[in-house]
Structures are given as C-alpha cells and as structure tokens.
C-alpha cells in the first residue's frame, strides 16, 4: 500500500487492518500449534521405533516441514510487526496534521469572529 493510499485512510480503516493483521497471526499461531502437536505425536513414534536410524529416516520430512513452517511463520510475524509499526507511525503523522489544520481553522475563526464584532461595535 503506497503513501498516498494510507493518507486516504481513516484511522477506522487502518485500525481495522491493524486487526486483519492480528487474525492472520492468530492464525498462524494456530497453524504452529498444529504442527507442534504433530511433532509430538512423531516424537512417541520415535520412541516406539525399533532404532534410532529406523525413526530419523521417518521423521526427517517432518522436521523439515516444521522448520519450514517456522521460517515463514517467523518471517510473517516480523513481516507484519513492521507493517503495523508503520502503519501507526503514518496514522500519527496524519493525526498531528489534522490537528495542526483544526487548530490553525480555529484560530481564523476566532480572527474573523473578533472583526466582525469590532465592526459591529464600531456601527457596521
């Protein structure tokens, strides 16, 4: 997503893809507890197996898999720790922004409030 298209963002739309985010890695952490459950259900395989060397030619896809899994898991996390970090750094910015607007409004407001009431005063 470019600058330009955070900007057009309300601080409800960034603050729900804040929240897609967190479900994606929810969802990632329920895909690794699956897979370590399967791990572990490999490792009483490992225990049943007759050698050490039968059990590892078993196992071995799995570990690989599970490293795998991992890898992406971690990179994802990071991937969207990142993201957040800069999505809310953005929406700061465009906040302080707003805020810097609303109050320099207000001021001319308040100017264009005290002339008329001196040209009021004065006999229009």
């Known amino acids: 997503m ?3 298209e ?3 963002l309300s601080r409800a739309e960034l603050l729900e893809i804040l929240l897609m985010q967190g479900k994606t890695v929810e969802e990632l952490e329920e895909r690794l507890a699956q897979l370590e459950q399967r ?3 490999q490792n009483i395989q490992l225990q049943n197996a007759g050698s050490i060397a039968e ?5 071995s896809g799995v570990f690989e ?9 971690l ?3 990071q991937r969207l720790e ?6 809310r750094e953005e929406a700061d910015r465009l906040y302080a922004q707003v805020q810097m ?14 002339a008329i009431r001196r040209r009021a005063e004065t006999g229009m």
Do not use: G, M, P
């Open 2 to 4: 470019t600058d330009r």
């Open 82 to 87: 990142t993201e957040s970090r800069q999505r």
């Open 65 to 73: 898999a599970a490293q795998r899994s991992a890898d992406v898991y």
């Open 101 to 114: 607007k609303c109050r320099e409004l207000l001021d001319r407001t308040r100017a264009s409030c005290e």
């Open 6 to 8: 955070l900007r057009k």
């Open 39 to 41: 791990l572990e259900e």
């Open 75 to 77: 990179a994802n996390i």
């Open 55 to 59: 059990a590892s030619l078993q196992l």
